[in-house]
């Protein structure tokens, strides 16, 4: 579990009651380590030893931020530069690998409110348990299993090696709740977002949200509010993958789709395969689900050609 | 217009999508989205220099050239060897990140970036495994006492969703996709729970089920996703039929055999980290569908493995 401990000593040795003791694992075949909190630990370790040079471009935004926060207050904010954004991600992407057991401990606490709100969300299964999963089968096969086969498990985990504190566990309740609350509460994850400075966020982001958040609708725009408001007429996007480009056309008539289809076929490979995969598009009436686990590849540059074709038609 | 922002990118070898769900069209409230996934696509890139195996220039790599002295390594490294190693010993060497040689040998070893053959130095000599890598806690060292190459493949990937996902903590409500590897951060652009579906392991266009999640990571790994090069050309005629076919010569290889892996041609796994859910899928996979379930359930995380003849086996 990603305590605040491992947090504060992320270069550190990790817990001692995960690690295999001193050196290695050679030889090693004691009894069975927890997994998860060891994973959990190991994620929250290599975020803050290479927090450093994420922050670097993060401050330059917060300054950025603040220089502009009069001009923002009256309604116009200048154009961002393309360049300087595309700039400061490669400046992290040049010192990449090389991070140093001496970076992270020192800035980490003070920075990190999402990170300790990612800790706790990772620490504590509990704080959205019963909310979690339900299973919903879908295809023909699945008629035989019962609906509920994964899932949450209500016995909280054995795996908090140090639980979390609970003003954490708190935080990360909050964050995951906040899309259902009002508008400070919406607004409070932006709030510790590492990219805002502090004093600028109440003024700038508590406006933004609170329109939608206030209506009681849905925060953002729903795809099947965004799906009535398609354009009719033909529209192309393009999904590549390892094996080449797939362009498919969606045709929108009286704001629904009414075909897809994979237009041009650049893959090394026939389409044939994933054939099927149109007349599913319009079944559904939006790029199936909002995501699938374990599509790779052909299918994957399909999703995202339709994605881009629908895009496309708004 | 929507006021999401949806940016994908091919990276690690696969297409990885970050999706942040927007509040608010503000032009601030854009840039604010976009440079969260800036800096989440770049701690891919930043993953990938490190754990490559396909880049003689990166950490993984340059480890594997020094045999037999301890190496001071980056904590990004040795945290994902830690935990690799600790997968392994978990699962008694079902799960193991030494098998890098002989993935190359089995044809896995094409750059997706040049589409170049790239081959390490490394010549194994004899069966290694996760005994001959030791990793010392107190010095941030790294040893490997005989020639091999690691392999963090199951690792690697959910790791870097599992640093996007940090990044993108803040803005709480995203969705990672990394060619199939999930997370998924509070809610989705309806306000209800992310639906994710898992693919059917031998038909593209159905799906085996439906998920509905909320901060969590979802991992799937199957018998049809890599393909050795030396059984590619049946691709080209591969209807849904002949998936089953294709199947054979896959990516991931049992350890205790050398070859691939064939009592699951599915595994998802539900967990908080993606990392965790990685390695977990792949060792459920290697482990068969009883095994897999007793380790995924000791572990207290959600899954469902899939046998080539579609029988299926839930975590209770």
């Given at each position: 579990?990603?305590?605040?401990?491992?947090?504060?000593?992320?270069?550190?040795?990790?817990?001692?009651?995960?690690?295999?003791?001193?050196?290695?694992?050679?030889?090693?075949?004691?009894?069975?380590?927890?997994?998860?909190?060891?994973?959990?630990?190991?994620v929250?370790?290599i975020y803050?030893?290479g927090?450093?040079?994420?922050?670097?471009?993060?401050?330059?935004?917060?300054?950025?931020?603040?220089?502009?926060?009069?001009?923002?207050?009256?309604?116009?904010?200048?154009?961002?530069?393309?360049?300087?954004?595309?700039?400061?991600?490669?400046?992290?992407?040049?010192?990449?690998?090389?991070?140093?057991?001496?970076?992270?401990?020192?800035?980490?606490?003070?920075?990190?409110?999402?990170?300790?709100?990612?800790?706790?969300?990772?620490?504590?299964?509990?704080?959205?348990?019963?909310?979690?999963?339900?299973?919903?089968?879908?295809?023909?096969?699945?008629?035989?299993?019962?609906?509920?086969?994964?899932?949450?498990?209500?016995?909280?985990?054995?795996?908090?090696?140090?639980?979390?504190?609970?003003?954490?566990?708190?935080?990360?309740?909050?964050?995951?709740?906040?899309?259902?609350?009002?508008?400070?509460?919406?607004?409070?994850?932006?709030?510790?977002?590492?990219?805002?400075?502090?004093?600028?966020?109440?003024?700038?982001?508590?406006?933004?949200?609170?329109?939608?958040?206030?209506?009681?609708?849905?925060?953002?725009?729903?795809?099947?509010?965004?799906?009535?408001?398609?354009?009719?007429?033909?529209?192309?996007?393009?999904?590549?993958?390892?094996?080449?480009?797939?362009?498919?056309?969606?045709?929108?008539?009286?704001?629904?789709?009414?075909?897809?289809?994979?237009?041009?076929?650049?893959?090394?490979?026939?389409?044939?395969?994933?054939?099927?995969?149109?007349?599913?598009?319009?079944?559904?009436?939006?790029?199936?689900?909002?995501?699938?686990?374990?599509?790779?590849?052909?299918?994957?540059?399909?999703?995202?050609?339709?994605?881009?074709?629908?895009?496309?038609?708004? | 217009?929507?006021?999401?922002?949806?940016?994908?990118?091919?990276?690690?070898?696969?297409?990885?999508?970050?999706?942040?769900?927007?509040?608010?069209?503000?032009?601030?409230?854009?840039?604010?989205?976009?440079?969260?996934?800036?800096?989440a696509?770049?701690w891919f890139?930043r993953v990938?220099?490190?754990?490559?195996?396909?880049?003689?220039?990166?950490?993984?790599?340059?480890?594997?050239?020094?045999?037999?002295?301890?190496?001071?390594?980056?904590?990004?490294?040795?945290?994902?060897?830690?935990?690799?190693?600790?997968?392994?010993?978990?699962?008694?060497?079902?799960?193991?990140?030494?098998?890098?040689?002989?993935?190359?040998?089995?044809?896995?070893?094409?750059?997706?970036?040049?589409?170049?053959?790239?081959?390490?130095?490394?010549?194994?000599?004899?069966?290694?495994?996760?005994?001959?890598?030791?990793?010392?806690?107190?010095?941030?060292?790294?040893?490997?006492?005989?020639?091999?190459?690691?392999?963090?493949?199951?690792?690697?990937?959910?790791l870097a969703v599992d640093m996007a996902a940090l990044e993108?903590?803040?803005?709480?409500?995203?969705?990672?996709?990394?060619?199939?590897?999930?997370?998924?951060?509070?809610?989705?652009?309806?306000?209800?729970?992310?639906?994710?579906?898992?693919?059917?392991?031998?038909?593209?266009?159905?799906?085996?089920?439906?998920?509905?999640?909320?901060?969590?990571?979802?991992?799937?790994?199957?018998?049809?996703?890599?393909?050795?090069?030396?059984?590619?050309?049946?691709?080209?005629?591969?209807?849904?039929?002949?998936?089953?076919?294709?199947?054979?010569?896959?990516?991931?290889?049992?350890?205790?055999?050398?070859?691939?892996?064939?009592?699951?041609?599915?595994?998802?796994?539900?967990?908080?980290?993606?990392?965790?859910?990685?390695?977990?899928?792949?060792?459920?996979?290697?482990?068969?569908?009883?095994?897999?379930?007793?380790?995924?359930?000791?572990?207290?995380?959600?899954?469902?493995?899939?046998?080539?003849?579609?029988?299926?086996?839930?975590?209770?």
């Amino acid at each position: 579990m990603a305590s605040a401990l491992s947090l504060r000593g992320a270069t550190a040795p990790p817990a001692s009651g995960v690690i295999p003791k001193g050196a290695g694992t050679r030889g090693s075949s004691d009894g069975r380590r927890n997994l998860v909190a060891l994973g959990s630990a190991a994620v929250v370790a290599i975020y803050a030893a290479g927090f450093m040079q994420t922050q670097s471009a993060a401050d330059r935004f917060a300054s950025e931020s603040a220089v502009r926060r009069p001009a923002s207050s009256v309604g116009g904010v200048p154009q961002e530069d393309p360049h300087q954004t595309a700039g400061a991600s490669h400046a992290v992407d040049g010192a990449t690998g090389v991070e140093r057991p001496t970076t992270g401990p020192v800035d980490v606490p003070a920075k990190g409110p999402e990170l300790a709100a990612a800790a706790a969300a990772s620490a504590s299964t509990n704080v959205t348990a019963g909310g979690g999963i339900a299973a919903t089968p879908k295809s023909p096969s699945a008629s035989t299993i019962a609906a509920n086969a994964i899932a949450e498990p209500s016995t909280a985990p054995p795996v908090v090696a140090t639980p979390a504190p609970s003003a954490v566990v708190g935080e990360a309740a909050s964050a995951a709740t906040a899309p259902v609350a009002s508008a400070p509460v919406v607004s409070a994850p932006v709030v510790s977002s590492p990219v805002v400075s502090a004093p600028v966020a109440p003024v700038t982001t508590a406006p933004v949200s609170t329109p939608a958040a206030a209506a009681g609708a849905p925060a953002a725009t729903p795809s099947h509010a965004a799906a009535a408001a398609w354009r009719d007429g033909f529209f192309f996007g393009r999904g590549t993958s390892r094996h080449g480009d797939i362009e498919a056309m969606v045709e929108i008539k009286d704001g629904r789709i009414m075909s897809a289809v994979i237009s041009q076929c650049l893959t090394r490979y026939s389409c044939s395969w994933i054939a099927a995969l149109p007349g599913q598009v319009v079944a559904r009436q939006n790029a199936d689900v909002d995501y699938v686990s374990g599509a790779t590849q052909s299918a994957n540059a399909f999703y995202y050609a339709i994605v881009e074709a629908l895009k496309q038609a708004k | 217009m929507s006021d999401a922002l949806i940016h994908t990118v091919v990276l690690m070898g696969t297409v990885v999508s970050v999706h942040v769900v927007g509040h608010g069209t503000s032009q601030r409230a854009r840039r604010e989205r976009q440079r969260g996934a800036d800096r989440a696509l770049a701690w891919f890139r930043r993953v990938e220099a490190v754990c490559s195996r396909f880049d003689a220039s990166s950490e993984l790599r340059q480890l594997s050239t020094r045999i037999g002295t301890p190496v001071v390594v980056s904590p990004m490294l040795f945290q994902a060897v830690q935990f690799a190693l600790a997968v392994a010993v978990d699962t008694n060497g079902a799960f193991d990140p030494t098998i890098g040689v002989r993935m190359e040998s089995r044809g896995f070893n094409r750059d997706y970036r040049t589409g170049a053959d790239v081959r390490s130095d490394v010549s194994a000599t004899g069966a290694v495994s996760f005994r001959d890598v030791e990793v010392n806690a107190a010095t941030h060292t790294i040893t490997l006492h005989r020639p091999l190459l690691l392999d963090l493949g199951a690792v690697a990937k959910g790791l870097a969703v599992d640093m996007a996902a940090l990044e993108l903590m803040p803005f709480a409500n995203f969705a990672i996709d990394a060619g199939g590897d999930l997370y998924l951060g509070g809610r989705n652009a309806d306000d209800a729970m992310w639906s994710v579906g898992i693919r059917h392991p031998r038909d593209a266009t159905q799906l085996l089920d439906t998920l509905h999640v909320t901060d969590r990571a979802v991992c799937t790994s199957g018998d049809y996703e890599r393909v050795a090069p030396t059984m590619a050309a049946p691709m080209d005629a591969a209807g849904d039929a002949d998936a089953a076919k294709v199947s054979r010569d896959h990516h991931i290889i049992d350890p205790s055999t050398g070859s691939a892996a064939h009592h699951v041609a599915s595994a998802t796994v539900i967990a908080l980290s993606a990392m965790v859910a990685d390695a977990l899928a792949t060792a459920a996979f290697v482990l068969g569908p009883i095994d897999g379930i007793a380790l995924l359930e000791r572990h207290n995380v959600q899954g469902v493995l899939v046998t080539p003849a579609l029988e299926r086996f839930t975590t209770s």
